[in-house]
T-cell receptor
Framework: GAVVSQHPSRVICKSGTSVKIECRSL??????MFWYRQFPKQSLMLMAT?????????EQGVEKDKFLINHASLTLSTLTVTSAHPEDSSFYICSASPSSGGGYQETQYFGPGTRLLVL | RKEVEQDPGPFNVPEGATVAFNCTYS??????FFWYRQDCRKEPKLLMS???SGNEDGRFTAQLNRASQYISLLIRDSKLSDSATYLC?????????FGQGTELSVKP
């Protein structure tokens, strides 16, 4: 089956620093990748849709200058949390859809997530 | 109003019990529907897609009623390993919209 990896799996950083999270599709190409955030006891909230070779589309209320997304290749998208603060501590999960798929039934494959703790 | 709403839970049931989860969605233009399972501190994993005709996968049965914008999941003969959070998910405009999840705890 399709595999999506994320790195790092866990990161602890000081307030004010920037953190980069990588999302890779290992055995398929993904034109589109998605970034979600999940706070404890809450559901996944879509942050942005990452499109290869173009700018990401951010959901309402998500600051694009704080959460920088780069999708430079068909297998890699990165999310950079700039000037992280304790309230950014969360579980960040990416997903990817195969480029060869199409239609509304195409499957999204999820990465294992990255736990970010900002002190 | 949330786009996808689920029973708040948690559900605590004994092994072998039958448990039903309910979900409603607000966007009538939603295109496809899923149940995902999420274990503690892990990513969500697709349990099954949901079709209007209803579909079954072993002990799991999913139903969709487009007219009432309602989705259900029935788990029969529950096992300890079924303990997890079950997420109702709706797809619209290429995006997945997640419900808040219902936690299930199956006890011996």
């Amino acid at each position: 089956g399709a595999v999506v990896s994320q790195h790092p799996s866990r990161v602890i950083c000081k307030s004010g620093t920037s953190v980069k999270i990588e999302c890779r599709s290992l055995d398929f190409q993904a034109t589109t990748m998605f970034w979600y955030r999940q706070f404890p006891k809450q559901s996944l909230m879509l942050m942005a849709t990452s499109n290869e070779g173009s700018k990401a589309t951010y959901e309402q209320g998500v600051e694009k200058d704080k959460f920088l997304i780069n999708h430079a290749s068909l297998t890699l998208s990165t999310l950079t949390v700039t000037s992280a603060h304790p309230e950014d501590s969360s579980f960040y999960i990416c997903s990817a859809s195969p480029s060869s798929g199409g239609g509304y039934q195409e499957t999204q494959y999820f990465g294992p997530g990255t736990r970010l703790l900002v002190l | 109003r949330k786009e996808v709403e689920q029973d708040p839970g948690p559900f605590n049931v004994p092994e072998g019990a039958t448990v039903a989860f309910n979900c409603t969605y607000s966007n009538s233009a939603s295109q496809s529907f899923f149940w995902y399972r999420q274990d503690c501190r892990k990513e969500p994993k697709l349990l099954m897609s949901v079709y209007s005709s209803g579909n079954e996968d072993g002990r799991f049965t999913a139903q969709l009623n487009r007219a009432s914008q309602y989705i259900s999941l029935l788990i029969r003969d529950s096992k300890l390993s079924d303990s997890a959070t079950y997420l109702c998910v709706v797809k619209w405009g290429g995006k997945l919209i997640f419900g808040q999840g219902t936690e299930l705890s199956v006890k011996p």
